[in-house]
């Protein structure tokens, strides 16, 4: 089964119908309420929408986007090969290839509509799920395996792409992004910054004082937020009180929530704010409501905290079925795209797993490379005695008459 | 300017002039140190003179700062930020170990962090608590980062200009009861490397090894020691990490009698790994165990006992009468 099958599949009749009735942005079904506690009668707020779940075009008052097939297409494009690769990346780990892997599966709108919207002097700080960002900027897709398989702890250049390292430590990146949108203030550029960052991120503090000192900065960053309901096991509700984009709000910057699953919105929306960083008109909070559909990691087991139910909900609202069905419904796409496409996917999809079984392990001594910029003494110091160490099996083999 | 008797806090303002007429990526970033010139006033005059771009007075969030000296590291700046006591970089911590420290071998040395952290450090001046910790041994045990500390004017001068230089971060602690203490700086001499150690006073007895704050004490003792007839050579560190342990091992192996003294806390200190690495290159030479002079595994007392904490000329005496009883 490809990806490309599974974008294309029916929706699960239990989450279809109903859900499909009553889909205005961000009005909730009883089964996701149900699903979750309730939140003291508060209504979900607006979510900027510009393609339903059923593949319609609907406009918003604040944010349009104009299109051509071929760029529709390409966005499609870019969400199934996304979603292969990270299908490829999940096989990998379960064959062994690869230690972890943080799969984006349900988020390929949020990454693919953002990461579009930058321009190639702008700069993009990831956690280590953006995949489709890295896909987006250009990066080399093997390069983002590296450091799940261990042979690396980071491994690319991200003066190349404007995408710097993979960052693990929730919510760090914020402050780094921020930082170098003050460069770029200093330095007159009309480039801007993205910060991403996920729900579980936004407890941290790291996150709260990237937000104040780009708002006391006037710093031209984006806060990119994608919501998609888990922080490992820890729903929305056990996170925080308030719609995480309405604390921008309390910094003094505008802060929107988007369908996270919706290309064509978020797309719109990180346009829009990317071109308000231009203008110098400072930070902006985008919050992506989305979905994780697969495991936090390879290594989780979601099995233990959410129900079925509330996966099916957000099947229901696929962001690359939908924009399938709305480019099929325009006529902007035939069943040979699809299957070009398809066949594409495969190949793509091979060849990511001949890339990762042919990494080669470091060399052991790179154990002691890149410590220091300018060198260090002991780091000198303790290479030559395990470089003597090493040395010396060599020298017991010959004895032993090797 | 060329050579002249300056206050080691004047020193560091100095260079700090230095580096932001020199290199126009160099950026002031901390906490009240515009307007105000910091608390010890280190910073003084230099937002005036350089404006508020590049002298910057950041919100209260040391995380904040730190972090957003690695953005703006990345981007092509050096940053110099100030914390504006010891106490209180542990907020930045992380920003520090998972962040900064590492982020050059993450990128298979791509990219580099040309990241100056100023810390005064240490007791002595009647504080209240969080104000009068040495917490370099926090420091020093991460890789990727290098840890320094002047014991005088000059070195403050010339060691902060080489830090500035440096493509790696650097954590520079400022051995704060010292900064009203006088000595000559000379702008235009070479200096020695940064990380090498320098024998301050020449003896064959004993070598005490100190850093920072304790070169003093350390040369008091040497002085008092003398008049009892007892040769004791100084060595000033300057360098926590790396440590200079060639010019250790070159004194000790002349007077087989080492005494390591810092302030920060004995246990796992700085004076810890050098007995240890000092007694694996120079057993034999040894006449006598190394001894550690510093602070106890207890928090920094209230100041009216900080005289009694800290290692004094008393007790750096002890323990070189310890050493040499052997």
């Known amino acids: 089964m490809t990806v490309e099958s599974t974008a294309a599949r029916t929706p699960r009749r239990t989450s279809g119908g109903k859900r499909a009735a009553s889909s205005k942005a961000g009005t909730k079904t009883a089964k996701t309420a149900a699903a979750k506690p309730a939140k003291a009668g508060a209504a979900e707020p607006e979510l900027v929408q510009l393609l339903t779940p059923e593949g319609q075009r609907v406009e918003h008052p604040d944010y349009s986007i104009d299109l051509s097939a071929d760029e529709l297409r390409g966005l499609y494009k870019d969400m199934v090969l996304t979603r292969q690769f990270d299908a490829e990346a999940i096989a990998l780990q379960r064959q062994g290839e690869l230690g972890l892997w943080p799969s984006l599966l349900g988020q390929e709108a949020a990454q693919i509509g953002s990461g579009r919207a930058t321009r190639e002097d702008d700069y993009v700080f990831p956690t280590y799920r953006e995949h489709g960002v890295a896909w987006c900027r250009g990066v080399e897709p093997k390069k983002l395996l590296g450091m799940f398989r261990g042979v690396n702890n980071g491994g690319w250049d991200p003066n190349t792409n404007n995408f710097h390292l993979y ?51 006037n710093a031209p960053v984006v806060f990119f937020c994608q919501n998609n309901q888990w922080a490992i096991s820890e729903s929305n509700e056990k996170q925080f009180r308030v719609p995480l984009f309405q604390r921008a709000q309390g910094f003094g910057f505008p802060g929107v929530r988007v369908d996270g699953n919706d290309v064509l919105a978020v797309l719109a929306v990180t346009r829009a704010a990317l071109d308000r960083a231009r ?55 035939d069943e040979a795209f699809f299957a070009d496409l398809e066949k594409e996917s495969e190949d793509f999809g091979k060849q990511v797993r001949e890339a990762v079984r042919s990494m080669p392990d470091p060399d052991m001594m790179a154990i002691f490379e890149n410590v220091y910029a300018d060198g260090s003494a002991l780091v000198d110091e303790e290479r030559a005695q395990f470089a003597a160490y090493q040395a010396s099996f060599a020298d017991a083999g010959h004895g032993e008459g090797k | 300017m060329a050579v002249q008797k300056l206050p080691l806090a004047k020193a560091i303002n100095e260079s700090l002039r230095t580096a932001l007429e020199n290199d126009p990526k160099v950026v002031l970033m901390g906490e009240d140190i515009g307007k105000l010139g910091g608390v010890f006033r280190v910073t003084d005059g230099l937002q005036k003179d350089f404006g508020e771009d590049r002298v910057i007075d950041t919100p209260l969030a040391e995380s904040g700062i730190v972090g957003t000296a690695i953005g703006l590291a990345l981007r092509g700046y050096r940053p110099v930020v100030e914390i504006q006591f010891d106490g209180f970089v542990f907020p930045a911590y992380d920003q520090i170990v998972t962040q900064l420290a590492k982020m050059h071998a993450r990128s298979l040395g791509k990219v580099k962090l040309p990241v100056v952290i100023r810390i005064p450090y240490g007791g002595g001046i009647g504080a209240v608590e969080h104000h009068s910790e040495s917490p370099e041994a926090l420091f020093a045990h991460v890789a990727g980062l290098k840890v320094i500390s002047p014991s005088n004017s000059q070195d403050a001068y010339w060691m902060l200009q080489q830090a500035i230089q440096s493509d790696d971060p650097v954590i520079y602690f400022e051995p704060k009861r010292r900064y009203w203490d006088k000595s000559e700086v000379d702008t235009e001499t070479i200096p020695a490397p940064l990380h090498s150690a320098r024998t301050v006073r020449e003896g064959s007895d004993l070598t005490l090894v100190a850093y920072g704050p304790m070169v003093k004490v350390c040369l008091e003792a040497a ?25 250790i091992q070159a004194s ?32 034999y030479h040894l006449e006598s165990p190394v001894l550690r002079v510093g602070g106890f595994h207890a928090p920094y007392p209230p100041a009216r006992l900080e005289e009694e904490y800290l290692p004094g000329l008393d007790r750096v005496l002890d323990a070189v009468d310890r050493s040499l009883a052997y």
């Open chain 1, 167 to 217: 960052t693990i430590v929730i919510g760090s990146q914020a402050l780094h992004a921020t930082g170098y949108a003050m460069g770029v203030t200093k330095d007159g550029a009309d480039s801007a910054v993205v910060a991403y960052f996920g729900d579980g991120a936004s407890s941290q503090g790291d996150v709260m004082e990237g937000f104040n000192f780009a708002a006391v900065y």
């Open chain 1, 279 to 333: 203008r110098g008109e400072g930070p902006m909070l985008i919050e992506a409501f989305t979905y994780r559909m697969g495991a936090h990691t390879t290594s989780d087991d979601p099995t233990k905290y959410r129900r079925d139910e509330e996966r099916e909900a957000w099947e229901a609202k696929d962001p690359i079925l939908r924009l399938r069905t709305y480019l099929l419904a325009e006529g902007m796409a």
């Open chain 2, 223 to 247: 002085a008092a020691a003398e008049e009892e007839g007892k040769s004791l050579e100084v060595l000033d560190l300057r360098s926590m990490s790396p440590i200079d342990f060639d010019a």
């Open chain 2, 252 to 283: 000790v192996e002349k007077t087989g009698r080492l005494v390591v003294v810092h302030e920060a806390p004995v246990f796992y200190g700085a004076g810890a790994e050098i007995a240890a690495r000092i007694t694996e290159r120079s057993f």
